[in-house]
């Protein structure tokens, strides 16, 4: 089944220490999201990828990178993790010819901070 | 300022009852509107959608009614069955925009035996 997928679905990590999150997808999709979701908060868009171009959020903190490698992976790095990092990270997709309305999501990656 | 919003945390139903889920939203630029539902440890998966010139879309026991003149959504959910209790997330779309969705904070569904 064509789907989106995370790894890993949860995630320790140390306060500063870089972390990396994967999302793969077998939609072929052009157009891959990362989300934010704090506990009982709306997702919240970090930044997406059209293609390879690379779209950020105007409020998504610079702590925050990622990288398109090829269209099916896309990752998430956090360069210096804080305690407010701690999240549900939502990896999620659309469009085989641009944006379209509907996206799918993966599982998530539940990071956590020590 | 949230710009999706969905006023009730939660909403507890008896099975085979009619579950009623709103949303409002402020900004009349949005185009295109879904409904989104999420069972715990899994990622939203997509349910239901309605283009900002609809007023109605129908999907088997899933119906999304959309009010622009009150910028309000609901989804009705008939009959409800156990299956169905989790969170649903209202998102809107800004028309012509890069697909970005605004997320309402979700409601939490319990339908009981």
């Known amino acids: 089944d064509a789907m989106v997928i995370q790894n890993p679905r949860y995630q320790v990590t140390q306060f500063g220490k870089p972390v990396t999150l994967s999302c793969s997808q077998t939609l072929n999709h052009n157009v891959m999201y990362w989300y934010q979701q704090k506990s009982s908060q709306a997702p919240k868009l970090l930044f997406h990828?059209?293609?390879?171009?690379?779209?950020n959020e105007a409020d998504t903190p610079d702590n925050f990178q990622s990288r398109r490698p090829n269209t099916s992976f896309c990752f998430l790095d956090i360069r210096s993790p804080g305690l407010g990092d701690a999240a549900m990270y939502l990896c999620?997709?659309?469009?085989?010819?641009?944006?379209?309305?509907?996206?799918?999501f993966g599982p998530g990656t539940r990071l956590l901070v020590l | 300022d949230q710009q999706v919003k969905q006023n009730s945390p939660s909403l507890s139903v008896q099975e085979g009852r009619i579950s009623i889920l709103n949303c409002d939203y402020t900004n009349s630029m949005f185009d295109y509107f879904l409904w989104y539902k999420k069972y715990p440890a899994e990622g939203p998966t997509f349910l239901i959608s309605?283009?900002?010139?609809?007023d109605k879309n129908e999907d088997g026991r899933f119906t999304v009614f959309l009010n622009k003149s009150a910028k309000h959504l609901s989804l009705h959910i008939v009959p409800s069955q156990p299956g169905d209790s989790a969170v649903y997330f209202c998102a809107a779309r800004y028309s012509g925009n890069t697909g970005k969705l605004i997320f309402g904070q979700g409601t939490t569904l319990q339908v009981k035996p």
């Open positions: 309605i283009s900002s010139i609809k």
């Open positions: 999620a997709t659309s469009g085989r010819s641009g944006y379209q309305e509907t996206q799918y």
């Open positions: 990828y059209y293609d390879k171009d690379f779209n």
